[in-house]
């Protein structure tokens, strides 16, 4: 049986590795970009129940900007949106949620702590047993 899959989207391959060997070994199936415009291509044709976006990040959209656009289109509305960002966090975190996101975590972040809100707000949503 596969897991729920999810797109990273990061310009920090770093942060790409981290997470997604978080995730894989917790069962989830992942897809990666490194760019926003990237990310909304991968979103649109490998359909995950939960995207994790950086906020800053190279090109035309940004992680807030992908997430809005997300929220526009009824297509995504049961979808999980995770920002991360080692910006300001206070600042981060409201533009975050303004944007639609479910939650913000600043980076650095302790793949433990990730993992476990990630599988909170799948259940949430009903995108995890």
Known sequence: ???????????????????????TRAGFM???AGTGKDGLALIESFSPELVVL?????????????????RENNRYHGMVIVMISAGDQRRESQRSIEAGADIFIPKPFSPRYFLEQVKVLLREKGGLS
């Open 1 to 23: 049986m596969n897991g729920p899959r999810v797109v990273i989207v990061d310009d920090d391959e770093f942060i790409r590795r981290i997470i997604d060997r978080v995730l």
């Open 30 to 32: 992942t897809a990666h």
């Open 54 to 70: 950086d906020i800053f990040m190279p090109g035309d959209y940004d992680g807030v900007e992908v997430c809005r656009r997300l």
